[in-house]
């Protein structure tokens, strides 16, 4: 795509500019964004409602409940797969919208489906590549699990970036993702540390707003242990099920746009593109620190 040069991500960033890019991307682009992501949402959450996950927690028979793991193996899958449609989809609309005029968010509807089915493939490759990092994280505890989930996910960020951008077969997309994905290793690492870790925070925040509606019946349920079944059944509540799809809207846009500004910051390096410098009118100097004010000096004289 020869356009990308033109694409407001694509520049060499530090830190900060990554993370006000990301800001302002975000705030641009918010509405539509939102509602795609509302609509993901929503399915997602109302799929949850057909997965008996209370069963599980009160089977404690080793072999029962592995047989109702098997059970949800399928529902489990759907929802992954439809997860990374929508993945697909947000991605599509995040590189298209500034390059191109028209209706982008139907294009993107049907036209982002052909690098769905290399998508798929590249993560579940990368998932049997994953679990083996995980096992050997879990060789250095903690540690070493939190860097295995950072490379795994700073892999990933880089996989539909590569599909669609450069429009290339799942084997050369793998090579590319790794290269660049590993062309400023400690940087991207390092970012990708920084967003997840925000990004857990936020979450965190949204969720405990989500439920102060219904902390009645928390406080019910620790005054009286016999209503902890309510606090079971709060998934299934239409006003949980909004507010949840709800909050899950306004983050999930986050990370199709994080992974363009890691791909595009790539690219930039691999291009030697200068990076951009904000100068600001009103520069503060270290003189100005303890200089007397200019129209002081200029009354003085």
């Known amino acids: 795509m020869d356009q990308i040069k033109n694409h407001p991500l694509y520049r060499k960033h530090n830190i900060d500019s990554a993370m006000n890019a990301l800001w302002e991307f975000y705030k641009t682009g918010f509405v539509v964004l939102f509602l795609i992501s509302l609509i993901m949402s929503g399915i997602l959450q109302y799929a949850t409602v057909f997965m008996d996950i209370k ?55 049907w036209r982002s489906a052909r690098y769905f089915v290399p998508y798929l493939i590249i ?12 096992v050997l994280g879990l060789m250095v505890l903690i540690v070493g699990v939190f860097f295995s989930l950072t490379y795994i996910a700073m892999i990933s960020f880089f996989i539909l970036p590569v599909l669609m951008v450069e429009e290339c077969s799942i084997d050369i997309a793998i090579v590319r993702t790794i290269r660049l994905a590993h062309r400023n290793f400690w940087p991207n690492m390092g970012w990708t ?9 936020i979450s965190i925040v ?6 102060l509606p219904f ?19 709060l998934p299934t509540d239409p ?9 899950n809207a306004l983050t999930l846009p986050l990370f199709p746009i994080f ?43």
């Open 55 to 109: 069963d599980l927690q009160t089977t404690t028979d080793p072999m029962i409940l592995l047989e109702k793991l098997k059970g949800l193996i399928l529902p489990m899958v759907v929802f992954a797969v439809v997860s990374l449609f929508f993945s697909t989809i947000l991605h599509y609309y995040i590189l298209h919208k500034p390059l191109e005029k028209g209706n982008v968010i139907i294009n993107a509807l």
């Open 123 to 134: 993560m579940i490759i990368l998932s049997f590549v994953g679990a083996i990092a995980l």
């Open 239 to 247: 006003l949980f099920l909004l507010l949840s799809s709800a909050v």
């Open 206 to 211: 949204l969720s405990g707003l989500v439920l």
């Open 259 to 301: 992974a363009f500004i890691l791909y595009f910051n790539g690219r930039a390096h691999e291009d030697n593109v200068n990076p951009v410098k904000v100068e600001s009118e009103y520069k503060v100097r270290v003189e100005d620190l303890y200089a007397k004010p200019r129209n002081e000096e200029n009354n003085i004289n």
């Open 215 to 233: 902390a009645g019946s928390f406080m019910s349920a620790f005054a009286n242990p016999g209503e902890t079944s309510k606090i079971m059944t």
């Open 193 to 201: 540390a920084v967003f997840i870790i925000l990004f857990v925070i």
